[in-house]
């Protein structure tokens, strides 16, 4: 098999698809110009183009596992999107950073440390008590 082409027409017989018989391109234009054909009357040599139509080679695609392109400008967009959330995400991150932000684990160690010096505070004897005035 020579190399494929894309071609918008089938111009050479028979103008239609060799899988679902489509006259409606693009179409691969497999480059194969012959065809042994079995048909009632014996084996018979057909000569022309054997075109594949974008329709059957989208579904043969499909079929070993490739993305079509419908799925793959939904994949493309999505990764925009995710890229545009990330982005937005590491700016709030430099701005925590910037701000002197502390992580969860560093806030409940203050707090605990925070908690229990106000408890020692609070149980040393003769300490000052604020006046209700
Ligand atoms: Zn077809």
Redesign the pocket.
């Known amino acids: 098999m020579g190399d494929l082409n894309l071609v918008q027409h089938a111009t050479y017989s028979p103008t239609?698809?060799?899988?679902?018989?489509?006259d409606t391109g693009p179409f691969i234009d497999t480059r194969i110009e012959e065809v042994t054909i079995n048909t009632a009357h014996g084996a018979e040599i057909f000569t022309g183009h054997v075109y594949?139509?974008?329709?059957?080679?989208t579904q043969m695609a499909h079929l070993i596992g490739c993305i079509v392109p419908e799925e793959a400008r939904k994949l493309h967009d999505e990764r925009g999107e995710l890229l545009f959330r990330v982005q937005i995400l590491e700016d709030e991150l430099a701005d925590a950073r910037d701000n002197k932000v502390v992580s969860r684990e560093d806030f409940k160690v203050w707090l605990g440390e925070t908690v229990k010096a106000d408890a020692e505070l609070k149980a040393k004897p003769g300490r000052p008590r604020k006046s209700a005035e």
């Open positions: 239609w698809c060799m899988a679902c018989k489509s594949i139509c974008s329709s059957c080679v």
